[in-house]
């Protein structure tokens, strides 16, 4: 793209030649002529001054000048964002079917699909158009997946999942695995019933190795535009809400409700039946208790707890140490003081 229609499409002002060539994205350090990077923060300019990028991204209040072209725009790192998605396309299979593929009869297989070596299709399956399914990926019967989704090598879509439009499932991604539901008998365990279903809604994005379990006797249900990181464990009956953001090696346990718009850290621990109101964002490593509702706000800690109460009962822990030299010599001073008996 000329640097004319990039300032063009992210609605931003250009200052600058506007006819060079754009063909890679790349970071502010490393980026090279007919390259284009971005400046998230004006008081970071200095950054950008020895810079050999064709153009960046700055933003708006930026009023420093530079050896090449730049948009000013309202949110610098998304517009780059936007831009890497055109420039940066991902990788796309022509549509085929390897021979090594097997295919159930009566599966529905749409256009435009790609499905690769050793992959297989069950029993009353459905795959939407433009959808690829990589190597040894495993679909199981009666699952429907939407269309222009990428299903990755190795990925298992256990029976009657139901994957949405749009939906990428990274290397190693389980959909539909049995809950971990046991009840107590004497000396044993006896199972219980794992018979419900996932639904993943449209344009969900899930890590690689994560696991999502079928519902236990309903469904566990993943909302529009969520995005899940690496190595994230979700339980059977589990409900999350549109545009949640979770980070790696996270564990939610069962019939957990994560509502709308949550932002959840890396491997934080929720007990079964907690509660995140749209809105909450929870930091790295907390731990939720089972059944605990955690409010719109920032939260922290194990057990997890409002920020500001975190940082102070953090900062009384960290003057433990000097407390105790305190109260020994208070201890010295006392017993030096008192009278000698003869």
Request: hydrophobic share 40%.
């Amino acid at each position: 793209m000329k640097i004319k229609e990039i300032a063009e499409f992210t609605n931003g002002k250009l200052s600058g030649a506007g006819d060079v060539e754009i063909y890679r994205v790349s970071n502010l350090e490393s980026a090279l002529v007919n390259e284009i990077s971005f400046l998230e923060k004006a008081e970071f300019a200095g950054q950008a001054a020895e810079t050999r990028a064709s153009c960046l991204f700055v933003p708006e209040d930026f009023d420093a000048q530079l050896s090449c072209p730049f948009v000013q725009v309202k949110n610098p790192k998304l517009a780059f964002a936007k831009i890497a998605e055109i420039l940066h396309t991902p990788k796309k299979r022509e549509p085929e079917i390897h021979p090594t593929a097997f295919i159930a009869e009566n599966a529905k297989i749409g256009t435009d699909v790609f499905v690769g070596a050793f992959v297989c299709v069950g029993e009353c399956a459905e795959i939407g158009d433009g959808t690829q399914i990589r190597a040894g990926a495993k679909i199981g019967d009666a699952v429907k997946i939407g269309r222009k989704c990428v299903v990755h090598p190795n990925v298992f879509v256990e029976d009657n999942s139901q994957i949405g439009n749009s939906v990428v499932l990274h290397a190693g991604v389980i959909i539909g695995a049995d809950g971990f539901g046991y009840v107590r008998d004497a000396e044993r365990y006896v199972k219980f019933p794992q018979i419900g279903t996932v639904v993943i809604e449209d344009d969900v994005e899930i890590g690689a190795n994560s696991c999502v379990d079928r519902g236990a006797l309903g469904e566990t249900r993943i909302g529009a535009g969520t995005k899940i990181d690496n190595l994230v464990q979700i339980a059977h009956n589990v409900q999350i809400g549109k545009r949640v953001v979770i980070a790696a090696q996270t564990g939610i346990s069962g019939s957990t409700i994560i509502e709308d718009d949550c932002v959840i850290g890396g491997q934080v621990g929720m007990g079964d039946h907690a509660r995140v109101l749209s809105g909450a964002i929870i930091g790295s490593q907390a731990g939720v208790l089972p059944g605990k509702i955690v409010r719109a706000g920032v939260w922290w800690g194990t057990p997890v707890q409002p920020l500001d109460e975190y940082k102070r009962q953090n900062a009384h822990l960290k003057g433990i140490a000097r407390l105790k030299e305190e109260v020994k010599e208070l201890k010295k001073q006392i017993a030096e003081s008192k009278p000698v008996k003869e």
